[in-house]
């Protein structure tokens, strides 16, 4: 079975840009979740998504949006960039809940901003 | 505020001696909590998680003990393989929650 697909690897954007990243969840999972991790910081979570409506939301500002599409792939929108928000962007995907089958990971977006 | 900490930041072992990897929790909501694993250049892999209903789970050379009324848990690697050096992260998940809290990891080294 195939594992959890994000695309593009790497991006590079400027101040005051947007970017779209994409995710693609194992095939079955209708949950799939946004994290950021910063050095330091760890992971932290942005949103998840259960049959296109967001059922979950962390503390992060509202440029950071996301959605997701009947098919189960999501996509994850940062508006106006900030340096701030340089990091590697992680998508997961599980079935229902967690408790049933653990988060599984991509390999994450690398976003630098300059 | 930081709910789940790893407090060392690193852990160096000896090949086929045992690692253990601990990690702290604040919220006495966690019901679930997971170990991930994560080399450079990927994401995450899970290793390992036990329900609060449990104090041990084993898999293999893996086992998580999780203490609630200390609101702890560690993971132990015995033997330890030098493949097992990575970034170990502890996870927890609050009831009716589907989002997990992370630390800041661990960075296990062993030494061959």
Redesign the interface.
Same mark, same amino acid.
């Given at each position: 079975k195939a594992g959890?697909t994000?695309t593009p690897r790497y991006l590079i954007k400027t101040r005051g840009q947007q970017v779209t990243l994409s995710c693609s969840p194992i095939s079955g999972h209708r949950?799939v979740?946004w994290?950021q991790q910063t050095p330091?910081?760890?992971?932290?979570?942005l949103f998840?998504y !259960?049959s296109e409506t967001q059922?979950?939301k962390?503390n992060f500002p509202g440029r950071f949006s996301g959605r997701q599409f009947s098919n189960s792939r999501s996509e994850m929108n940062v508006s106006t960039l900030e340096l701030g928000d340089s990091a590697l962007y992680?998508c997961?995907s599980?079935l229902e809940?967690?408790?049933e089958s653990?988060?599984? !990971?991509?390999?994450?977006t690398r976003l630098t901003v300059t | 505020d930081?709910q789940?900490k790893q407090n060392s930041p690193s852990l160096s072992v000896q090949e086929g001696r045992i690692s253990i990897l601990n990690c702290d929790y604040t919220n006495s909501m966690f019901d679930?909590f997971?170990w991930?694993k994560k080399y450079p250049?990927?994401?995450?892999?899970?290793l390992i998680?036990i329900?609060s209903i449990k104090d041990k789970n084993e898999d293999g050379r893996f086992t998580v003990f999780l203490n609630k009324s200390a609101k702890h848990l560690s993971l132990h690697i015995v033997p330890s393989q030098p493949g097992d050096s990575a970034v170990y992260?502890c996870?927890a998940?609050r009831t009716g929650?589907?989002?997990?809290?992370?630390?800041?990891?661990t960075r296990l080294t062993v030494i061959p």
């Open positions: 959890v994000q949950s979740s994290y330091g910081q760890g992971l932290q979570f998840e !259960f059922r979950n962390g992680l997961a599980s809940t967690i408790g653990p988060l599984h !990971f991509g390999n994450g | 930081q789940v679930y997971l991930y250049a990927e994401g995450p892999t899970f998680s329900s992260f996870a998940r929650a589907n989002n997990l809290f992370f630390g800041t990891g």
